[in-house]
């Protein structure tokens, strides 16, 4: 079945960097396009990214624009998600998502942006 193992989130001070990764599994991960979405403290889903399958092209939420980027590696079935500049309001749980805009299913990573 498919699965996704999302990690590195973390506490991080306003203006650091982390990188998310997501382990995926149970299909066809180079044909499938990805995405990222979050859910900050008592809010919705809100779609941060997305790529294609072959990584050729990306989009962003107009919130990081410029602060992060989507990325992929076909042969290890990782996705990525490097973060800039962080902002408290970045602060959320991250899912990766299979399809560019997607819907979540694994168990998310925490991102904590605060000083």
Do not use: H
């Amino acid at each position: 079945q498919v699965q996704f193992v999302e990690s590195g989130g973390g506490l991080v001070q306003p203006g650091g960097s982390l990188r998310l990764s997501c382990a995926a599994s149970g299909f066809t991960f180079s044909s499938v396009g990805m995405g990222w979405v979050r859910q900050a403290p008592g809010k919705g889903l809100e779609w941060v990214s997305g790529i294609t399958s072959s990584g050729s092209m990306t989009s962003y939420t107009d919130a990081v624009k410029g602060r992060f980027t989507i990325s992929r590696d076909n042969a290890k079935n990782t996705l990525y998600l490097q973060m800039n500049s962080l902002k408290p309001e970045d602060t959320a749980v991250y899912y990766c998502t299979k399809g560019m805009r997607g819907r979540p299913s694994g168990q998310g990573t925490q991102v904590t942006v605060a000083s």
